[in-house]
C-alpha cells in the first residue's frame, strides 16, 4: 500500500531499499553481541577511510544520545557547553544536556543560526568567577543548522580554531551533514572533522536509515572511557551489526550524497517556486533541505492544516499585531518525488489564492 509523502520532517520517511537489502544480508547465524560482530568491523573502516586514520566511529541508538553521549565524554558535569539559541541541544532535547550530562548550555543568539568566533566569544568565562560559574568546556554546532543554513569549511575551521586557542573542544550535531556536505559539494569529513571538529555526532536516521547514528571522535585521546559512556548513556546496542550494517551502507559508494542530494533538489525546487506564488515569501536562501516560508498568520495555519496529517512545523511570529506572519518549516525527504513537490504548491496557490 503506498503512503503519502510530507514535508513534515524528514525523520517521517522510510528506509532506503538498500538498507533493508543490508539489513537482510547480516540477519544470518550469530555473531559476537555488542559490535564484536564483522560488521561493525568493516564499518570502522569504512570510517577511518572516510574521515581520517586516527578517526574512531562508535555506533549508537539515536540522536539525542548520540549528542549527550558526546558531550559527556568531552566535558565534567560542573562544566558548560555554548551553543546557538536555536539549537537542536537547546530546544529539542528536553533537559537532557542538563539532567544526564550535568552540563550548563549557554546559548547565543545568531540571526541565522550560524555561531562565530566574535558570538561564542560572548560566553566565555571570567577566571575571577570561578567558581561561581560553569566554565566552558565546549562548542556545540550543528550541520545544518536548526535555521537550514549551512556552516562553510572556512567557517568551521575558524570556530575550531577559536575553540582550540580558548581551551574548548569543537563539537557537531551533525543530524543533517550529509545534506550540508551534499549542498557543499565536498565529502562528510571535509564538512566536518577535516577542520577541526573534534566529536561529530554522525546522522543517518533523516536520510535513509531505518534507526541509528554514530559518533566520530577525529583523534583517539577523547575515546578513553567512551565504551562506558555510551553503555551509561544507554546507547550500546546489543545486536549492533543491524545498526554498523545500516551506517556502512550509507557510506559505502556514497550512498549518503545520493539520498541527501534528491532531498536538496526537492527543497530547490521548493524555494525556486515561492517568489512566484504571490502572498508567500521565501524567508531565506535554501542550503541543505530545509525551506521556510513566510505567509499571512491565518493562511499559514490553514495551509498546514491541508497538509495533515504530515503538518509542518508553523512558528507565529508577531501574534496579537497588525500583520502577525506564519513562518512554516517544510522538509524534503530522500524519498521526496516531484509529485510531491507538485502537490505542496497547489495545495500553497490554493490557499493564498
Known sequence: MSRARGFASDNSSG???????????????????????????????????EFGPDSSIFPMMNGTGANIAALRAMARPHQAVICAETAHLSIDETAAPEAIAGLKLLTVPTPDGKLTPELAATRLADPADIPHVAWPAV?????????????????????????HEHDLLLHMDGSRLANAAAFLEIGLAEASTDNGVDVLSLGANKNGAMFGEAVVFREPGLTAGFEVLRKGTLQLASKMRFVSAQLGALLENELWRDLAGNANRMAVTIADAIPWIEGAELAQESQGNLVFIALELEKARTFCQRLSPHRP?????????????????LVASWDTEIDDVDHLLTELRGVLA
Open 15 to 49: 528506509a532506503h531499499p538498500d538498507i533493508f537489502a543490508a539489513l537482510a544480508a547480516v540477519n544470518e547465524g550469530h555473531v559476537t553481541a555488542y559490535g564484536g560482530d564483522p560488521e561493525t568491523a568493516r564499518l570502522e573502516e569504512s570510517a577511518r577511510r
Open 139 to 163: 562548542i556545540s554546532i550543528a550541520q545544518v543548522t536548526e535555521m537550514g543554513t549551512v556552516y562553510t569549511p572556512q567557517e568551521v575551521g575558524a570556530l575550531a580554531d577559536f575553540a
Open 313 to 329: 512545523l508553523l512558528f507565529p511570529i508577531g501574534e496579537g499585531g497588525p500583520e502577525p506572519v506564519g513562518m512554516v518549516r
